[in-house]
């Protein structure tokens, strides 16, 4: 398991990151793209989009979404392929996972 974060700063919104790892990233509604967990991985999704309630979670560096091993290949060739250099991918910390709050 890995972790992956956008920092919407740089992001261009142009999409490729969902074309490569589309249960990975998904669109927010001003054009910017950010991390989620997926029902299918994870039991429910989470969409780490800076918004409120259930389903999410923050954006930027504190909205960190755990990659699964099947989605660890395809995750890190989006972030090679990101205009924006913005995709971080990292090890796995629990602590960090524990931090996001939500
Ligand atoms: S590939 Fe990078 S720059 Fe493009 S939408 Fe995704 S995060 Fe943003």
């Given at each position: ?18 074309e ?23 039991g ?14 923050p ?6 979404a755990?990659i699964?091993d ?6 890190v060739?989006?972030a ?6 913005c995709?971080m991918?990292?090890?796995y ?10």
């Amino acid at each position: 398991m890995l972790m992956v974060w956008i920092d919407q700063d740089l992001c261009t919104g142009d999409g490729i990151c969902q074309e490569i790892a589309p249960d990975v990233f998904v669109a927010r509604d001003d054009g910017l793209w950010v991390v989620k967990e997926e029902a299918s991985h994870f039991g429910s999704t989470v969409v780490f989009d800076g918004g409120d309630g259930a389903g999410h979670g923050p954006d930027g560096g504190r909205g960190v979404a755990r990659i699964p091993d099947s989605l660890i290949d395809s995750s890190v060739e989006a972030a090679e392929e990101c205009p924006g250099e913005c995709i971080m991918i990292e090890p796995y910390d629990q602590a960090t996972i524990d931090a996001r709050g939500g």
